[in-house]
């Protein structure tokens, strides 16, 4: 069983930036891909940001050049690092672990981004 808890959410202005941090619980997070996803009001859960255990990661459009998603195996947490934040980011972000044919979610942590 894995546990993850997302901390590092809250207000920001437009320009700004946040880090997104996921702590697991366990043994095998080296093992587990780890994602970040968010969910506005009214709209489907999206996949933000993922990185594997080897490191590789992948993007949606949207964030490409100003989120960066980075893992510390050590650590057992996983980040996301988020520059020039725009309203349209504004959601809920979740912390998602992948491994064997199970997934983890976190509690999620909501990101507002306004003046």
């Known amino acids: 069983q894995v546990q993850l808890v997302e901390s590092g959410g809250g207000l920001v202005q437009p320009g700004g930036s946040l880090r997104l941090s996921c702590a697991a619980s366990?043994?095998?997070?080296?093992?587990?891909?780890m994602g970040w996803y968010r969910q506005a009001p009214g709209k489907r859960r999206e996949l933000v940001a993922a990185?594997?255990?080897?490191?590789?990661?992948n993007y949606v459009d949207s964030v490409k050049g100003r989120f960066t998603i980075s893992r510390d195996n050590a650590k057992n947490t996983v980040y996301l690092q988020m520059n020039s934040l725009k309203a349209e980011d504004t959601a809920v972000y979740y912390c998602?672990?992948?491994?064997?044919?199970?997934?983890?979610w976190g509690q999620g942590t909501q990101v507002t981004v306004s003046s």
């Open positions: 990185i594997t255990s080897g490191g590789s990661t």
């Open positions: 998602n672990g992948k491994f064997a044919g199970n997934e983890y």
């Open positions: 366990g043994s095998i997070f080296r093992l587990i891909v």
